[in-house]
């Protein structure tokens, strides 16, 4: 039998017309495009220079309070989705501020997020009404539906990175939220109970696992910090990764969170890595040191150069590969556990 209709193009178009009208349209003009060989990604790689970032949110401070942005906060906006509120395809990311003597009023909301500290002190996240003092490296988390407030009770300006997954949130058309009726949320517990709780190694036997995220939700850098400098020292990097340690879920070993995972990276001085290409979207925050990373292929391939507080994202499947000056701490965070759950994640490691 001929497998061949060979209908014209005309004729093809006329019958799209009269399907068009019936809220129909035919796979086969797009199949190329959905089921496509590698990943399209729409977000690009990018760098933001915290020199670049920095005057801009000292003036944000000027036109604006804490309190009547909600929260002020500049968006790492991708250039290639701009004014969609999205860093890479699937996370958003942004620098926010907050002055001594402010608030940022108390609220939740479905998506879940996570800060790292990029400069200042005596500031503080409160979860659920727990408060976390906050020092540059230090990781915090306010999960789904947490209510979360910021205070500042120090002296001079303080910046986190603010991570979430609000692209993920909004592609299940999920986003729900809601203010609460006083500044903070009210509460008694003492900064550090959960550290106590959860942080030492130790649990209630009778404190088990109750919600799909970490119950600690302060991971202060004078652990972590330590932590990946004495991993450093006890065994080689790998080729692609350097030495890159998970921040986990004390429960259950797995990422902190359902939708975003937090990596801390260790990357000594003349360390080059292999290319590495992984399908999770990743936004790093360099905390300390500096070096060149090469992201992409051929001629679409760009160099972005980094050193302390500066901002990178390299979108899913942009094959990738570090060359360090200086010995380099970077924190990541990135869709990598919501992937694995899916069963779509994926990596590839090439040596050259
Ligand atoms: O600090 O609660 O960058 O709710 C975006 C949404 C920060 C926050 C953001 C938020 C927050």
Same mark, same amino acid.
């Given at each position: 039998m001929n497998q061949n209709r060979n209908t /014209? &193009?005309? !004729? =093809?178009?006329?019958?799209?017309?009269?399907?068009? &009208?019936?809220?129909?349209?035919?796979?086969?003009?797009?199949?190329?495009?959905?089921?496509?060989?590698?990943?399209? @990604?729409?977000?690009?790689? #990018? =760098?933001?220079?915290?020199?670049?970032?920095?005057p801009f949110l000292l003036e944000s401070g000027e036109i604006i309070s804490a309190k009547e942005a909600e929260r002020r906060v500049l968006i790492l906006e991708n250039p290639a989705l701009r004014g969609e509120a999205k860093t890479a395809d699937s996370l958003y990311a942004g620098l926010q501020l907050i002055l001594p003597g402010e608030v940022a009023p108390a609220h939740r909301h479905t998506q879940s997020a996570l800060r790292f500290i990029v400069e200042g002190e005596g500031a503080f996240t409160a979860v659920d009404g727990e408060r976390a003092y906050m020092n540059p490296g230090d990781l915090i988390l306010t999960p789904s539906w947490s209510w979360h407030d910021h205070g500042h009770e120090g002296k001079g300006p303080m910046v986190w990175l603010d991570g979430l997954d609000i692209p993920q949130v909004q592609f299940y058309g999920a986003t729900f939220g809601e203010g609460y009726d006083a500044d903070a949320f009210k509460s008694e517990t003492p900064p550090g109970t959960c550290n106590a709780r959860y942080g030492a190694n130790l649990r209630a036997v009778d404190d088990l696992p109750e919600k799909p995220y970490s119950p600690l939700f302060c991971y202060p850098f004078s652990q972590s910090g330590p932590a990946l400098e004495k991993l450093q020292k006890s065994r080689k990097p790998n080729p692609w990764?350097?030495?890159?340690?998970?921040? #986990?879920?004390?429960?259950?070993?797995?990422?902190?969170?359902? @939708? =975003? /995972?937090?990596?801390?990276?260790?990357?000594?001085?003349?360390?080059?890595?292999?290319?590495?290409?992984? @399908? !999770? #979207?990743?936004?790093?925050?360099?905390?300390?040191? $500096?070096? &060149? @990373?090469?992201?992409?292929?051929? !001629?679409?391939?760009?160099?972005? $150069?980094?050193?302390?507080?500066?901002?990178?994202?390299?979108? +899913?499947?942009?094959?990738?590969?570090?060359?360090?000056?200086?010995? /380099?701490?970077?924190?990541?965070? /990135?869709?990598?556990? $919501?992937?694995?759950? =899916? +069963?779509?994640? &994926?990596?590839?490691?090439?040596?050259?």
């Open positions: /014209s &193009r005309s !004729e =093809l178009k006329e019958f799209y017309q009269r399907i068009d &009208r019936h809220e129909l349209a035919p796979l086969w003009e797009v199949i190329h495009k959905l089921l496509a060989r590698l990943p399209i @990604t729409r977000a690009v790689p #990018h =760098l933001w220079c915290y020199e670049d970032v920095r990764l350097g030495y890159k340690m998970e921040y #986990h879920n004390p429960m259950d070993g797995g990422p902190v969170m359902p @939708t =975003l /995972s937090a990596f801390l990276h260790g990357m000594p001085k003349q360390f080059i890595s292999q290319p590495y290409q992984t @399908t !999770e #979207h990743q936004v790093f925050s360099v905390k300390e040191g $500096s070096g &060149r @990373t090469w992201i992409g292929e051929g !001629e679409d391939q760009i160099e972005i $150069s980094w050193k302390p507080k500066d901002h990178f994202v390299i979108p +899913g499947w942009y094959r990738y590969s570090h060359q360090i000056e200086n010995d /380099s701490v970077l924190f990541s965070f /990135s869709d990598q556990g $919501s992937q694995q759950k =899916l +069963g779509i994640w &994926r990596e590839k490691q090439h040596e050259i």
